[in-house]
């Protein structure tokens, strides 16, 4: 039992001292995964560039598709969103251990809703936002990541992957 322990311990111990800070001035990471929404399931995929040793622009591409029942009649819905957004990272001014990544920023987008309705209660058009969220590295390369966000368009939260370029 001490030996399992023990090889535990230091298994998580080596995964911080490997781990990598987080996006740096110059560095592209790649992010995609999957939300949750009051309007379906959005899957994501977006990129994000250190322009400052605690600042990051970025832009991100999603796709959802859901079905609702409006008097009496179903009908499906897909919004396909383009944004970009700009966050900053707390970890230098906060002293956060470097195998984590909190952040918050702003976003600005446009949302294309096709439905089978005629007219369907949302539509396409800008969209403003805030988001809030955090990545853990597990190595150089690799981490994953929770956001959560809203604004006038599309809110809820994502959970994905990064992977630095």
């Known amino acids: 039992m001490k030996k399992t322990i023990l090889s535990i311990g230091f298994l998580l111990l080596t995964a911080f001292l490997f781990a990598q800070k987080p996006i740096s ?4 990471q790649l992010n995609a995964g999957i939300g949750l929404s009051g309007w379906g399931i959005p899957v994501y995929v977006g990129l994000d560039y250190g322009v400052h040793p605690d600042i990051s622009i970025g832009g991100e591409l999603s796709f959802r598709s859901y079905k ?3 008097f009496n009649n179903n ?5 396909i969103g383009i944004l970009a957004n ?3 990272h707390f970890n230098r001014i906060m002293n956060i251990p470097s195998p984590w990544d909190f952040y918050a920023g702003l976003n600005i ?11 369907g209660g949302i539509g396409s058009g800008l969209g403003l936002g805030a988001q809030i969220g955090g990545r853990y590295y597990f190595n150089q390369k ?6 959560v966000g809203g604004g006038n368009s599309v ?4 959970f994905g992957i990064t992977f630095k370029l």
């Open 109 to 119: 987008g446009f949302y294309n809703v096709s439905s089978s309705s005629v007219n």
């Open 25 to 28: 001035k110059g560095q592209t």
């Open 86 to 88: 700009g966050n900053y």
């Open 155 to 158: 809110s809820g939260a994502k």
């Open 142 to 147: 690799w981490g994953i990541n929770l956001e």
């Open 68 to 70: 609702e029942k409006l």
């Open 75 to 79: 009908y499906s819905r897909s919004i």
